[in-house]
């Protein structure tokens, strides 16, 4: 993010009307300016054969272009009364082996209780894996036994993080109308085992809800972006992501930096960028090692991953307007994860 805007000096604009213009004093443009700008740009006293004046980035004409920052520069999220639908890509690539998910889902904002927010996320189209639309028996079933799931009922925090899955032992008494819908268009061997396979997972509730907590879409739209930021928009978290199947999920280190400034479509832009940072080997990954093999003091970070998010909010409601992760590791072969979410009209 540019740390500067330029303003294109018109016929008969001085210094004093176009610190004016920004809300600045004549002093602090001209400082400003000549700590970015070439010696030869440099103002002494007033402007005279500059074409451009650098100003600072939150320095504006419009001042509801300013992203609104509550106390501390932290953006505030506020999702009360909101009903969103968002288009889902999901895509899976491990090694030369990829694949891509697409659905729509709802999300719909129920209440505020013991400072968390809950709300309603429901599928709302087809499945559809590569283009198509889920036909093969397996995924076909899949798709149908997954209804159980829904509507799907989450608690996230202030910081718009996903805290836990909340109606878990309802899918237990969905399970009997799943059940019978599956029945009355499939039968067969293939069908019972599929259908007892699910009903050991609903008496598990404990790895059921590690299963749902799990999933790429609510771990990318309850990320908890909403942050406090320093002086310079910045702010450095680490956070976990499920790339892999471990008990412990691997630890990645992330730069997030946030425009102060909302863009020409009225759009809050945050991005981040980070590295995998975890005590654990390649091969600690590969055994699915929850923790480092080696002893304390002769382990070393592990880098070799990389984390990258951008998140678009709309400038008033401050709610997801679009989202992209993307993260990576190295293991057996390289994994990566990427999920665009976007909402629809």
């Known amino acids: 993010m540019l740390k500067f805007n330029k303003h294109i000096i018109q016929n008969g604009e001085t210094l004093d ?21 070439e010696v030869k740009d440099q103002i002494l006293i007033q402007i005279r054969h500059q074409k451009e004046l650098f100003v600072p980035r939150i320095a504006v004409e419009e001042r509801n272009k300013l992203v609104k920052f509550s106390r501390g520069n932290r953006i505030d999220f506020n999702p009360k009364n909101s009903f969103l639908n968002y288009g889902v890509v999901i895509k899976i690539e491990n090694g030369e082996n990829q694949n891509e998910l697409k659905y729509d889902t709802s999300v719909r904002w129920m209440k505020f209780e013991d400072k968390l927010h809950y709300f309603e996320i429901n599928r709302t189209s087809n499945l559809f894996i590569n283009e198509e639309e889920v036909n093969e028996m397996a995924d076909l079933l899949a798709y149908k036994t997954s209804k ?20 878990i032992f309802e899918y ?34 404990d790895a059921l809800l590690i299963y749902l907590k799990n999933d790429y879409f609510l771990r990318t739209f309850f990320f908890g972006i909403y942050q406090k930021f320093d002086q310079h928009y910045q702010a450095e978290i680490k956070e976990t992501f499920p790339i892999i199947n471990n008990a412990i999920e691997p630890n990645y280190k992330i730069k997030v930096e946030i425009d102060p400034v909302k863009d020409d479509y009225d759009l809050i832009n945050i991005s981040g960028t980070g590295k995998l940072f975890d005590e654990r080997s390649r091969d600690d ?11 304390e003091g002769q382990s070393q970070i592990n880098n070799d991953g990389d984390f990258r998010l951008v998140h678009f909010l709309n400038g008033e409601t401050m709610l997801a307007e679009s989202l992209y992760l993307e993260c990576d590791i190295n293991v057996e072969k390289r994994k990566k994860i990427s999920v665009t979410v976007a909402v629809l009209d």
């Open 17 to 37: 009307s176009i610190a004016a213009d920004y809300n600045l004093s004549a002093y602090d443009l001209k400082l400003f300016h000549n700590n970015q700008c």
């Open 148 to 167: 159980v799931l829904y509507p799907l009922t989450v608690s996230v925090d202030e910081h718009g993080k996903l805290n836990d899955i909340e109606n």
């Open 172 to 205: 237990k008494k969905r399970w009997t109308a799943v059940k019978d819908e599956v029945y009355k268009e499939y039968e067969g061997e293939i069908v019972d085992q599929y259908c007892q396979k699910i009903e050991n997972i609903l008496n598990e509730p």
């Open 285 to 295: 990954f590969i055994n699915r090692a929850p923790f480092s093999q080696f002893s």
